[in-house]
């Protein structure tokens, strides 16, 4: 069965109060390492552009209601416009005067890409949060219409290709930040670099895990290679840790659990936790002036649940050699110039 495709914060961001609703709260709190961390006081950020792409549902909707309570601009990058209208509805429901909007985005066509960031209409980004995926349980192996496996095309060439069509918006804000969001199960996996589609041995949860793995490989080789040329832009990587549908608040109009499946769902939560906290580590990624670029946030407990925390890179993801042939392997299957287009400090575009 398979499942849809799922900042720095500049000085001037003021830290005004800002309130979701009635029932859920988020403050501003200062940036200031005298001030512990507050998943519900988050630093307001009027006047941020956020592009969330998957964040209709899963992990990418609650990252999209979070980040709207800053008064911060929010676009939701997905395919279905419905189903991006009912998460705009829904936000708007939580958080009176959210600053919304749909940008149709297919990861999975890499020809659409460059008309689809067009579509932004923005004069910069201050961060661009990489979410969307898509996983399957069973076989057969699929393939999207450019011919690439679809898990690898999605979860990481789309994005890929994505990060280089942003570049531009990316360097005009004062500090932009890529947020690749990886996974738990890339821990236990290696790449293949002889088999990166899972041509000769396709078994679809190794080809989920393998292709987060290459997400989460990329995000700490852009940094490095962002450093390297001087940018201004960060890369930084978060992951949710365990996040279960059935642990996770309502939203009717984009998932609601009922009773039963909540009530079965209560001793997971010792170890794992709903997707609304799965948010928080990447939310965090986002907006944490504190938060560098290299680093990998997740959950506090086992990195399964929790409140977020920096944790240890595994050695297996950051490896440069790896990296680097993951990286010309991506040029060549995406399309795209080696090149990565961000300026550096002091030649932003205009």
Not at 36 to 47: M, T
Not at 183 to 209: H, I, W
Not at 214 to 236: C, I, K, N
Not at 282 to 300: S, Y
């Amino acid at each position: 069965m398979s499942r849809a495709p799922r900042s720095t914060t500049p000085a001037s961001r003021s830290t005004t109060p800002v309130s979701r609703s009635t029932t859920t709260t988020f403050r501003s709190a200062p940036l200031s390492r005298s001030v512990p961390w507050d998943v519900h006081r988050l630093p307001a950020a009027p006047g941020s552009n956020f592009l969330v792409t998957g964040g209709n549902a899963g992990i990418g909707y609650f990252v999209a209601e979070q980040l709207a309570a800053t008064g911060a601009l929010v676009v939701l990058g997905c395919r279905d416009a419905a189903k991006a209208d009912a998460a705009q509805a829904s936000i708007r429901s939580r958080v009176p005067g959210a600053r919304l909007r749909h940008l149709p985005l297919d990861l999975a066509d890499l020809s659409s890409l460059t008309t689809a960031v067009r579509g932004l209409d923005l004069g910069h980004l201050d961060a661009v949060v990489h979410n969307a995926g898509v996983a399957f349980d069973d076989p057969p192996r699929r393939e999207t219409g450019d011919g690439h496996e679809v898990m690898f095309a999605v979860n990481h060439l789309g994005h890929f290709a994505l990060t280089q069509r942003l570049a531009p918006l990316l360097s005009a804000a004062p500090a932009g930040r890529v947020v690749t969001v990886g996974s738990f199960a890339a821990r236990s996996e290696r790449l293949d670099l002889d088999d990166l589609q899972s041509a000769r041995d396709y078994r679809p949860k190794r080809t989920y895990g393998r292709s987060k793995l290459a997400q989460m490989s990329f995000g700490f080789e852009l940094d490095r290679r962002l450093r390297a040329q001087g940018a201004t832009v960060r890369s930084v990587v978060a992951h949710p840790g365990g996040a279960l549908d059935s642990l996770t608040p309502s939203r009717p109009a984009i998932r609601a659990s009922t009773p039963g499946e909540r009530l079965r769902a209560l001793p997971a939560g010792l170890v794992v936790q709903g997707k609304e906290a799965g948010a928080w580590p990447i939310v965090r990624a986002v907006l944490d002036a504190e938060v560098e670029g290299g680093q990998l946030w997740g959950p506090r407990v086992f990195g399964l649940r929790g409140a977020p925390r920096r944790e240890p890179v595994p050695s297996h993801m950051a490896d440069p050699a790896v990296a680097a042939r993951l990286w010309d392997a991506s040029v060549y299957l995406a399309g795209v110039d080696q090149e990565l287009g961000f300026s550096s400090a002091g030649r932003r575009f205009s």
